[in-house]
């Protein structure tokens, strides 16, 4: 492949890192920069750069790596929690009590303290929801038995 004068100014770049770092000598490399202008070629440029760095050397390091503060370390974050999923189940059966007049209450109620047994002796996540499904449950419950109750009263009451 044909060599551009921006592959050609770079060349010369290394050429004059290698010169001043005291990799070459005044001759050579005057003789390189000449050869480097006349290259017609990537391959002729590489030649007179291959036994050259192309780049920042490493320099070594003469005094002893001292650990880094804890300040300047990135925040370690605790592992995410998981949410109970007698929880969830306690909250979407309360949700749906009135949808299903009241046959997803008792379930919602049982999921519900046994979510929240769970989560005081494991620290999940969820009390909230077990908290909600439970509410609803009771609410679903205590709505029904109303129910049966007036329309007991009213039957009585009729006779």
């Known amino acids: 492949m044909r060599a551009s004068h921006a592959d050609r100014e770079r060349a010369v770049d290394v050429l004059k890192a290698g010169f001043a770092e005291g990799r070459l000598q005044q001759q050579e490399y005057e003789q390189r920069i000449a050869r480097a202008y006349q290259a017609q070629t990537h391959a002729e440029l590489q030649m007179l750069v291959a036994d050259l ?13 001292r650990p880094m503060p804890a300040t300047f370390m990135p925040m370690q974050m ?18 749906m009590t009135p949808v299903s007049w009241g046959l997803t209450a008792i379930p919602a109620v049982i999921l519900g303290h046994k979510a ?8 999940e996540r969820g009390d909230g929801q077990a908290l909600v499904g439970l509410v609803l449950g009771w609410l679903g419950i205590g709505g029904w038995t109303l129910f049966f109750l007036l329309s007991i009263l009213l039957v009585v009451t009729r006779l």
């Open 116 to 123: 929240r047994a769970e989560i005081r002796r494991t620290g």
């Open 78 to 95: 605790p592992p995410p929690v998981a949410t109970n999923g007698a929880a969830t189940g306690a909250l979407v059966c309360g949700i």
């Open 53 to 65: 760095p192309q780049g920042p050397v490493p320099q070594a390091q003469f005094l002893p790596q």
